[in-house]
């Protein structure tokens, strides 16, 4: 058995204190699986950060505690960012999304399967024991963004939808406030494949904001897995268009289950801005979003699967007629 401090946090201050004091403490933990073995949790699950409220800028604050559940059925989420609650239900179960908080689903790690299996070496795990996936079972991991040392991918869905909402994520610590924004709070492996986030770990997050535009009119999630229910996606789109006189005034979309963080291209997006909304402008920004891409044997499917998921979801989004996750809906 392991020894280890539990301690309830009173108040953020309180768990932020807390968390100094005690540098080899946690907020969350993989100690079930003996990933992490942290001298002391804090338990912050008692804090008041579980309120969904509107910003003076015409957006959404999320409080850090929210469910996953509580969020994807909030009537102002449903109507005027539909794409996070369908990107939502669109993950987990419902057991766990009514568990499942938006901070925890920000920091979830890799399901590589190496990362929970303590005797193969994992560079994400033990940092310098090498990648067992780049030669092995990587029918699940990434195939933009990677590195030498880890071709793990980001699990999330809610992550990329709340990359196309163009969120920030607002933490708190030590030295006081920050706010960062989604694209930059998840990293890619680099050499460093340890680290998932550019959050500090004495930082605990707050909130989530969304901005005031949410792609109500024309957006979908789409998310294509090996079964229907409670499987990570093989490969996610996020799409939300502006679309004006028969012509796409802005175009926002996301991968997810692609790489080690939500994956847009800003060019693949220009490309279809002032274009007619059709299948030819979709398949020539896809080709564009996937121009990197490189495959590890077992996932190398998943290029070709991620392009026509692409110009599928931009279809369903210009036609506006979205990818339904009705069948997850408890009514
Ligand atoms: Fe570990 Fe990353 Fe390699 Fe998976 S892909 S074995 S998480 S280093």
């Not at 804090?42 to 008041?48: E, R």
């Amino acid at each position: 058995m392991i020894g280890f401090e539990y301690a309830r946090a009173a108040s953020v201050a309180d768990a932020v204190r807390q968390m100094a004091e005690s540098p080899d403490a946690k907020f969350v933990d993989l100690m079930k699986m003996d990933v992490e073995r942290p001298a002391k949790l804090i338990d912050v699950s008692k804090l008041p950060l579980d309120q969904v409220e509107e910003t003076a800028g015409g957006g959404l604050r999320i409080g850090a505690l929210v469910a996953n559940s509580d969020l994807a059925y909030h009537p102002l989420v449903e109507r005027r960012y539909p794409v996070l609650s369908s990107a939502l239900l669109a993950g987990a179960s419902q057991q766990l999304r009514n568990m499942a908080s938006v901070g925890g689903n920000l920091l979830q790690r890799t399901r590589c399967p190496y990362f929970y299996d303590l005797v193969t070496p994992c560079n994400k795990r033990e940092p310098g024991a090498g990648c067992s996936a780049v030669d092995g079972l990587n029918r699940m991991n990434a195939i933009l963004g990677t590195s030498e040392s880890c071709i793990a991918v980001h699990p999330s869905d809610m992550c990329v939808a709340l990359a196309v909402l163009e969120a920030t994520v607002r933490v708190t610590g030590p030295r006081g406030e920050r706010v960062i924004a989604l694209s930059d709070f998840h990293r890619l492996p680099g050499d460093t494949p340890q680290r998932d986030t550019n959050l500090e770990g004495d930082e605990l997050i707050t909130s989530v904001e969304l901005p005031a535009r949410g792609f109500a009119a024309n957006h979908t999630y789409l998310k294509i897995r090996d079964r229907l229910s409670y499987a990570f996606a093989l490969v996610s789109v996020a799409v939300g268009l502006e679309l004006e006189g028969g012509a796409i005034r802005q175009a926002r979309f996301a991968l997810g289950g692609v790489a080690h963080k939500p994956w847009r291209n800003a060019e693949a997006e220009a490309a279809l801005q002032g274009r007619a909304p059709d299948e030819a402008a979709f398949a020539a920004a896809a080709d564009l979003m996937l121009r990197e891409a490189r495959g590890f044997g077992h996932n190398t499917f998943k290029i070709d699967l991620a392009r026509r998921a692409l110009v599928r979801a931009l279809s369903q989004a210009a036609r506006g007629t979205p990818q339904s996750q009705s069948s997850k809906k408890i009514t």
